[in-house]
């Protein structure tokens, strides 16, 4: 509300000298909010290409990694904190989007990888339609119950279907490297976390542009207080079943993506700690805004990472490299519960706000 | 005759609305003392800022010398303070027994409860529903099991809150007689808040009149019947 | 036929495991709307503290005993310092906090004892119809939802731990310890968790091994309704029995997803579970 009474008084004096001076971050407000966001996409893919150009193999891969992560728990951000809805199984969508992604790329070899990305949206989208759709009655903790039990049931029919699943082997298949006239340009791995990239900030850009829209507004509107919603005229099952529906789709086609850069599916990557681990990153990073998304994934990769070689340094066993992130997740999940509610992301906006106040 | 009960410029809020803005008053020991007052004066928020089951902003609560301002709710019972709140609060998910015995269990010592018995003498309307759930009684009933929870401790004192809310007057007029029964038996001092006035002025002692969170009035019961001006501006009868 | 009564007598014994899960589940549930997703959590602890102290004193029971006690001071402890701070702020953090929880127990019962299983042996003979390990978990539940009914119903403790579950405040104006209540109520929560670990963990234990059957008490919770201590134990009843036919006649890949149908098929017709109170919904 008070925004708009403020751009009004500064509108107003259209024919006056102030209409020429409008502030750049005034007139960056007044861009549509899809063409903003792909702007800021594409600064980011900007950003992104430049490090990659500076930085090595295997920083690229991990630059995926972090890529595919933030989109996944970009749309957990948008499930959880935008919608109020608790969904422990968004580690199930993953592995649908993966499992789609390695299928297609074994059996349908002639198929391009943006058919295939293409496809594996598809397909985590009518798993998330059936799920949301089935799950749009369940409240609370009852929905947080039936997506963990979908977290934990999911990697058991890798097993029943052992020829076409692969059981725990799972499934491993040949994605290409960059295309011919970019070979001895591009390694392999920096064109798959460029196409990562790129993927991921189109995928970025559509989850902001739909947080900051309408459904966005009434996604707030549920979460804050349902039976108001519904009073004042929201479709809230409707609105829960789409936020759900987004999510997945976010979910699938970072599982997707997950594959093409790491060529392999396993039971036992999509795990239920996979899921609780987004969760948790999310809440660490931020859950009241998609910037906490991308702090989630940094965390998630390069916690991990740092972790490894700490222990290592350490000479500790195979026992803690492998579960130590989990654990500093839990511990760093109940700090942040108890103390920062609002996550690295409100952090660095208090301090913003502070010097933005020291300076004035 | 000492204070039993000693509110000192007592405040508390809501967010930014402030209830009670220094509220002072005291009640002496077998005191019987109504607290009167409009709509949204501040009596309910005055009785649960006493209790301490809302934090008070600054001020004193002293119970028989002791500050009891801080304390939570639970302990502040246990120093032998009861509180019936609004509607009596009896929970209607245990039965008419279960609640009167509830209310005695804080006293480790036997000796100090109250036997059923002598409660349900008080109220022979309980007897033949013991066994039921709490939820079957009518609202005089469940009165009557708050007022007999409250009692099986053998408080000092009682705090009572709109007793008289969605009673017939003449179960209404039975509380207020047997309030003033038990002080004279027993020697409970009882602190009655209400909106119904004159009926509780008739039946107490002294009375407070609470507005817009601030005494407005205070004095014997007598003296502000038949003050009109106090009458006419704040208890509107 | 023969293979019938089989799946009926295994499931009969891993649905008094289930009830005993939903029976701890709904205990918290009744005091706080909170669904406890660190039970697990307090099973893996107790079960992997009987893995070290039976060894070490060469004692199956004492082992048990540790296991319970462990797990019982877990959930007390939890409960206190670091739920309740936390829950209180909203039913998203409420979750979220019991899911931290859960990730601590995992990742530090996989630091100690290392991701690959254990085998833990077990009181009784577990192989055959009915065996001694099957009677001993449907007796051992039963007993313990039998001394769990007398505290709630007939002792002073149980009369507090109700009001306070009941009507917060009007238990605080009779001088009941809400908080203390609430803590004694995790750890009967977490004795039972305990409990159920012990039963359900053998032979082979890993940080993971909770994580189905915790499902299958969540499934029987729900489909009870998830404030009906009696709904906790029809319902793990009937999970138990359902998924013992469905791993046996269509595969036990496929019971966990089927817990997920029946889950999703009860909360759709009745959205509080089965057996639950029908309360006015607050607007």
Not at chain 1, 39 to 44: F, G, I, T, V
Not at chain 1, 83 to 90: F, K
Not at chain 1, 92 to 102: D, Q, S, V
Not at chain 3, 90 to 117: E, K, Y
């Amino acid at each position: 509300m008070s925004t708009s009474a403020t751009e009004r008084e500064q509108r107003a004096p259209v024919s006056g000298p102030a209409s020429t001076a409008r502030s750049p971050r005034e007139r960056w407000r007044a861009l549509p909010s899809p063409l903003r966001h792909l702007l800021l996409a594409a600064l980011a893919l900007v950003v992104v290409t430049g490090l990659l150009l500076v930085t090595g193999d295997l920083t690229a891969l991990r630059f995926a990694a972090v890529g595919y992560t933030m989109l996944s728990i970009a749309g957990l951000q948008l499930l959880v904190g935008g919608s109020g809805q608790v969904s422990l199984g968004h580690g199930a969508f993953m592995m649908i989007g993966a499992y789609t992604m390695a299928l297609l790329v074994g059996n349908l070899p002639m198929l391009p990888l943006s058919a295939n990305l293409v496809l594996v949206v598809v397909v985590a989208t009518v798993a998330g339609v059936l799920v949301g759709a089935a799950t749009a009655r369940l409240h609370g903790p009852y929905l947080a119950g039936a997506t963990l039990i979908l977290a934990v049931g999911l990697p058991g029919l890798t097993h029943r279907y052992h020829e076409f699943l692969g059981g725990s082997n799972g499934l491993t298949v040949r994605t290409a490297g960059a295309p011919p006239f970019l070979q001895g340009l591009l390694s392999a791995s920096e064109w798959k976390a460029l196409v990562v990239w790129t993927t991921v900030v189109i995928g970025l850009a559509v989850l902001a542009t739909v947080s900051t829209g309408r459904l966005g507004r009434r996604m707030r509107a549920i979460r804050d207080d349902e039976t108001a919603a519904a009073m004042s005229g929201i479709p809230v099952g409707a609105t829960k079943v789409v936020a759900f529906v987004i999510a997945s789709a976010a979910g699938g086609l970072a599982g997707g993506l997950q594959v093409y850069v790491l060529g392999t599916a396993t039971p036992s990557i999509f795990t239920l700690a996979l899921s609780l681990t987004l969760l948790a990153a999310l809440v660490l990073g931020g859950i009241g805004s998609m910037w906490g998304a991308l702090w989630a994934a940094l965390a998630v990769v390069y916690l991990e990472i740092w972790l490894s070689d700490a222990v290592r340094a350490f000479s500790l066993s195979r026992d803690v490299e492998n579960n130590l992130p989990i654990v500093l997740f839990g511990v760093l999940l109940i700090l942040v519960l108890r103390f920062q509610p609002l996550g690295f992301h409100g952090i660095l906006q208090r301090l913003g706000a502070r010097l933005r106040s020291g300076r004035h | 005759m000492s204070a039993l009960l000693e509110v000192e410029d007592l405040t508390a809020s809501y967010g930014a609305i402030r209830a009670l803005d220094g509220v002072s008053f005291t009640v002496p020991e077998r005191g019987f003392r109504a607290i009167l007052g409009a709509n949204g004066a501040g009596k309910t928020t005055l009785l649960r800022t006493i209790t301490g089951l809302h934090r008070a902003g600054s001020g004193r609560v002293l119970l028989d010398g002791e500050d009891i301002t801080r304390l939570p709710a639970d302990r502040v019972i246990t120093r032998g303070l009861a509180h019936v709140p609004e509607g009596g609060g009896v929970i209607t998910e245990l039965t008419v027994e279960e609640n009167l015995r509830l209310g005695a269990l804080w006293r480790t010592s036997r000796r100090d409860r109250a036997t059923e018995a002598e409660v349900l003498e008080l109220f022979p309307p309980l007897v033949e529903r013991l066994g039921r759930s709490a939820g079957t009684l009518s609202g005089g009933e469940r009165q009557m099991l708050a007022i007999g929870r409250a009692l099986m401790a053998r408080p000092r004192i009682l705090l009572l809150d709109e007793p008289s809310l969605g009673l017939a007057p003449l179960v209404t007029k039975q509380i207020f007689t047997l309030l003033r029964d038990l002080r004279e038996r027993t020697g409970l001092t009882v602190v009655l808040v209400e909106q119904n006035a004159a009926g509780a002025l008739a039946a107490t002692d002294s009375g407070v009149v609470l507005n817009q969170g601030r005494v407005a009035a205070e004095g014997d019961s007598d003296e502000l019947l038949s003050d009109d001006r106090t009458r006419h501006a704040y208890l509107g009868f | 036929m023969d293979r019938f009564v089989d799946l009926t007598l295994s499931g009969l014994a891993s649905g008094a495991i289930y009830a005993a899960l939903a029976l701890s589940l709904v205990i918290i549930y009744q005091a706080t709307r909170l669904v406890n997703f660190a039970q697990p959590a307090m099973a893996l602890v107790a079960v992997y503290t009987a893995a070290t102290v039976a060894p070490l004193t060469g004692s199956y029971w004492i082992g048990f005993i540790a296991a319970l006690t462990v797990g019982t001071a877990v959930g007390a402890l939890a409960e206190r310092f670091i739920v309740r701070p936390i829950a209180r702020t909203s039913q998203l953090n409420a979750i979220i906090v019991t899911l931290g929880l859960l990730l601590i127990a995992q990742g530090g019962v996989g630091m100690i004892w290392g991701n690959q299983q254990h085998g833990f042996g077990y009181a009784f003979d577990y192989v055959g119809r009915l065996s001694p390990a099957d009677v001993f978990a449907l007796v051992s539940v039963g007993t313990v939802a039998v001394l769990l009914f007398c505290v709630y119903r007939f002792t002073p403790l149980g009369l507090q731990m109700r009001a306070a579950a009941f009507r917060p405040e009007a238990a605080r104006l009779s001088g009941v310890k809400v908080g203390l209540m609430l803590t004694a109520g995790w750890a009967f929560s977490a004795l039972i968790a305990a409990l159920a670990g012990m039963l359900a963990g053998p032979p082979f234990i890993s940080p993971n091994v909770f994580d189905i059957v915790f499902v299958y008490g969540i499934t029987a919770a729900v489909v009870g309704g998830l404030d009906s201590p009696f709904g906790a134990i029809i319902g793990g009843l009937l999970v138990g029995l359902g998924m013992s036919y469905v791993s046996g006649y269509a595969g036990p890949e496929l019971a966990t997803l089927t817990a997920l149908a029946l889950v999703v098929l009860v909360l759709s017709v009745r959205p509080d579970g089965i057996l639950s109170r029908p309360t006015a919904r607050k607007v």
